[in-house]
């Protein structure tokens, strides 16, 4: 099982971009899902979560400009960031709660390999 993280890069302040997460491999079935950021020189903080019935959170901070959304049928997590500011650099993690084979309920939490963002003129 992998999550495969894409859509970052350089954008301007003001500018706007959506990251996707892919989990690829045989699973039985995917449940919660989130965004992390991490900061250069800070630590990894969540942004937002979501679950397979797409019931979505995003912390205070980022709340208006962010937006967690997912496609079960692409087994996809986008995060979609606007307004950018250049305090939004930083990389960005995927996460997944996965439950690999129907025979056990059992979860494993799977990371995505970040994803860099880079706000700045």
């Known amino acids: 099982v992998q999550l495969q993280a894409s859509g970052g890069g350089l954008v301007q302040p003001g500018g706007s971009l959506r990251l996707s997460c892919t989990v690829l491999g045989n699973i039985f079935s995917i449940n919660d899902m989130g965004w992390y950021r991490q900061a250069p020189g800070k630590q990894r903080e969540l942004l937002g979560t979501?679950?397979?019935?797409?019931?979505?959170k995003m912390v205070d901070s980022v709340k208006g400009r962010f937006t967690i959304s997912r496609d079960n049928a692409k087994s996809t997590v986008y995060l979609r960031l606007k307004s950018l500011k250049p305090e939004d650099t930083g990389v960005y993690y995927c996460?997944?709660?996965?439950?690999?084979?129907?025979?056990?309920?059992?979860?494993?939490?799977?990371w995505g390999q970040g994803t860099l963002v880079t706000v700045s003129s």
């Open positions: 996460n997944a709660r996965i439950q690999v084979v129907a025979s056990s309920s059992v979860e494993n939490e799977y």
């Open positions: 979501i679950t397979s019935g797409a019931l979505s």
